[in-house]
């Protein structure tokens, strides 16, 4: 079963920080392209950041760059989301995908990031 599950959201203060994970399976994460988006309510999904497979090539939005950084842990085929400096408008559902051909192939389920104070 190819699956893809998001967890790590919650709420935090504006300036705080929140790491997300997202765990595969059915996929071997270190040899695709995945991704992170988010969707704020009445808004579109919004691109966040890539890595490919060399895991070298990170590519990131200019709303996230300097602020988030993406990994992975091969070992455990999982990617991450560490999001620093968090502000009201990172309130979103966070999603990871799987991308293929310049397609998405998968989403998870999505995790809910609030930032208030």
């Known amino acids: 079963q190819v699956q893809l599950v998001e967890s790590g959201g919650g709420l935090a203060k504006p300036g705080g920080s929140l790491t997300l994970s997202c765990a595969a399976s059915g996929f071997i994460l270190s040899a695709e392209a995945v991704s992170w988006a988010r969707q704020a309510p009445g808004k579109d999904r919004e691109w966040l950041s890539t890595m490919f497979k060399d895991g070298t090539d990170i590519y990131y939005a200019d709303s996230v760059k300097g602020r988030f950084t993406m990994s992975r842990d091969n070992g455990k085929n999982m990617v991450y989301l560490q999001m620093n400096s968090l502000k009201p408008e990172d309130t979103a559902t966070y999603y990871c995908?799987?991308?293929?051909?310049?397609?998405?192939?998968?989403w998870g389920q999505g995790t809910q990031v609030t930032v208030s104070s």
């Open positions: 995908g799987v991308k293929r051909g310049g397609e998405y192939v998968s």
